[in-house]
């Protein structure tokens, strides 16, 4: 399923009456000559620094930094602002128009910093790395022989009871740390469909792991 751009706001039937901010935005971006170029700047500036500051938010965990990062955030601002512009008859008052603006922004920063990731991860796809389990989740090395068990079980509950989508987002999220928006730019999904899955394969996990009392002698432990 691929991902989807942010969409106009409802349609003419509910049409909200606009907050004055967001119809002068929309006036003067609808508009011709000198105004509208002055409102497209304005437009453009907004954009990139909402783009800066999402690189910047999401940036430690791909190691992007310096002229790297700010060409990141250009792109997106760039892409953002053609795809906006082309929709702003469709905005129909549900937010701010800014606050509509920025979800543009945002769509473009997680397709780009996800498509950044896969020039050179750090991990790949599909492959399992079950020994950094544990350093991922912090336990104790001192009490190797009390999580060992735990780990096997989470192992085999994750063989057993996962569907193969599920099973492929828990290891590419939870057992290699591939970050959210390059599985996103993978596979093709979207962020909310992953969240899902995520949140499923959780589920289904901890029921796995509660019927077989791992969880109630961990919860006693710590």
């Known amino acids: 399923m691929a991902s989807v751009e942010p969409a106009a706001h409802g349609d003419a039937t509910t049409t909200r009456p606009l907050d004055p901010e967001s119809a002068e935005w929309v006036r003067t971006l609808t508009g011709t000559g000198a105004e509208r170029e002055r409102a497209l700047v304005r437009l453009h500036e907004l954009l990139v620094r909402v783009a800066r500051g999402e690189v910047s938010r999401r940036a430690p965990r791909l190691n992007i930094s310096g002229p790297e990062l ?17 929709k702003v008859g469709q905005f129909r008052g549900e937010s701010r ?17 996800g498509r950044h990731y896969w020039r050179n991860p750090d991990a790949q796809l599909d492959a399992e790395d079950w020994d950094r389990l544990p350093d991922r989740f912090g336990f104790d090395p001192a009490r190797q022989s009390e999580w060992h068990d735990l780990v096997a079980a989470l192992r085999r509950a994750v063989d057993d009871d996962l569907t193969a989508h599920q099973r492929r987002v828990f290891v590419a999220l939870v057992l290699n740390g591939i970050p959210l928006d390059a599985l996103v730019a993978e596979t093709g999904s979207n962020r909310n469909a992953i969240y899902k899955t995520l949140f499923d394969a959780r589920r289904k996990l901890a029921a796995s792991l509660a019927a077989r009392g791992y969880l109630n002698r961990e919860a006693r432990r710590s």
């Open 97 to 113: 128009f800014t606050t509509w603006a920025y979800k543009f922004v945002i769509f473009e920063v997680s397709g780009k910093i």
């Open 70 to 86: 700010d060409d990141l955030a250009h792109q997106a601002a760039a892409d953002a602002m053609m795809a906006l512009t082309g």
